[in-house]
């Protein structure tokens, strides 16, 4: 060790890199004979932290990072230019040293500190849940999983501050009753969407600042900043007044809807399961309404569960984990009665039109629910079919394909591809990054969501410019499949001059016609929708 340190004081005289660290010096007491280890096995009854095994699995969960740094380049809120400090990397680290500081400060005093907690749910809240980081990462830490379970953490011990954004946007997906969820809708989309546009026409110039160079964050920010923060980018327009539901007389929970064209199919006819989840259904109801248009333009049958359901994934990436297991036991118990009940139809493909609905389902075990049976994202079962939308004149598409995406059976993109071809052969290529959305992120964090923004919004700009590089002049769409991810890419429609739209809604404008819409509504309404009681 000898060789060591003169080395060390040759090459550092001042101590920079590591100080003291391997040079023995008593005077900086740089030997560990007085470091503080954390034990988990020193805590007793009597701490009040009572959830041992919690902080235990949390700690237990990152304790293998290599600290390699592989996670960074695909972590949606480390963008270095807007916010170097919560890469999933810097992130276990901090969440290492709290749970040290919980432990000490257990051991040694009375109960944690408050600003511990507070720092806790920032390492917790700078995360979109995309599950990317897991990916490249040698040790296998999914930080998106971490993630949920620390914000579960903090709901038990009650330290979860309130967050109206994050608490308006859970009443709405929590809610099953149908009067409840249409005043919500009406309050919450209707007139606070518009209130939000109204909010960024006034303050547009402040908003434009706060985009070109966003401030990076630690902590919370103060409130004045956050409201320009979620108002910098303008919520989508013009979104149908109702749900789809509401538009079919559907609502009754107690009745299981099978939808079919009387004139083209027979009791023996293939039958889906759609469950289309709050995103398709609530939101933007129009995406739910072109997956049921396009299943009954195939001919085949389309059974809808009973009622407003929610899959669950949203209560549990909140960290509503006992939420979010009522629900999906009670989602699970009601399908059963479903199957039973429909047990004629011999359905064999449950149809999602939401990645985050997919990835939740698999959970359901469906196979023993309807024998047999897999699930399959809207856009695959429709190229499956054989159904596709060719020669797009006038318009040029770019695909942005979620963190959560349902099209599982190949590449997406060559879905995409396979599915729309435009008359000049350009093909659609994929547009890279988060959108920024996330879930509730968007109005529970949206300082974080600004950061993720300021990345997307290049990767946006650069993708347009690129399809009218040749001197087109037409229509440039940029489409998704996840309803999160369409209300995010709406937010950039002035930015790069484009418009975001869904796949499948896209192929039901120009298969069936601009009136798509209320012409299946009609059609439906007149003879096509079957109640039968569960």
Known sequence: MQDFRDYKQRVDPEGRFNKGKLLNLPELHADLRNAYTPSFGLMGHESLIMQQSDIGAIANSVKDCLRCGKCKPVCATHVPRANLLYSPRNKILATSLLVEAFLYEEQTRRGVSIKHWEEFEDVADHCTVCHKCVTPCPVDIDFGDVSMNMRNLLRKMGKKSFNPGSAATMFFLNATDPATINAARTTMIGWGYKAQRLGHNVLKKLAKKQTKAPPATHGKPPVKEQVIHFINKKMPGNLPKKTARALLDIEDNEIVPVIRDPKATTADTEA??????????????????????????????????????????????????????????????????????????????????????????????????????????????????????????????????????????????????????????????????????????????????TQVRFRKEEEMRKGADKLRADGFTGDVKILTSCPSCLQGLHRYDDDSGTDADYIVVEMARHLLGENWLPEYVERANNGGIERILV
């Not at 109801?285 to 569960?305: D, E, F, N, Y």
């Not at 009670?330 to 997919?358: E, M, P, Q, W």
């Not at 988060?434 to 969501?449: F, K, N, T």
Request: overall charge neutral.
């Open 272 to 449: 889906v399961f759609y469950f289309p989840g709050c995103g398709s259904e609530r939101l933007f109801s129009q995406v739910g309404l072109a997956t049921q248009a396009m299943l009954w333009h195939v001919g085949v049958q389309t059974v809808l569960p009973p009622g407003y359901l929610c899959c669950g994934y949203p209560q549990r990436g909140t960290g509503q984990f006992d939420k979010a297991e009522k629900m999906i036991t009670d989602n699970r118990v009601l399908f059963h009665r479903v199957a039973n009940t429909l047990n004629y139809l011999d359905i064999k493909t449950v149809v999602v039109s939401c990645g985050t609905c997919f990835d939740q389902l698999q959970s359901y075990e469906f196979d023993k629910i309807f024998p047999g049976c897999r699930i399959l994202d809207i856009h695959e079962y429709l190229l499956e079919k054989g159904l596709k939308l060719e020669g797009v004149n006038g318009t040029r598409y770019m695909y942005h394909d979620p963190c959560h995406s349902p099209m599982k059976q190949q590449d997406p993109l060559k879905t995409v591809n396979s599915l729309i071809t435009t008359v000049d052969n350009v093909r659609i290529e994929k547009n890279d990054r988060c959108c920024g959305e996330s879930g509730s992120l968007a109005v529970a964090r949206p300082d974080i969501s």
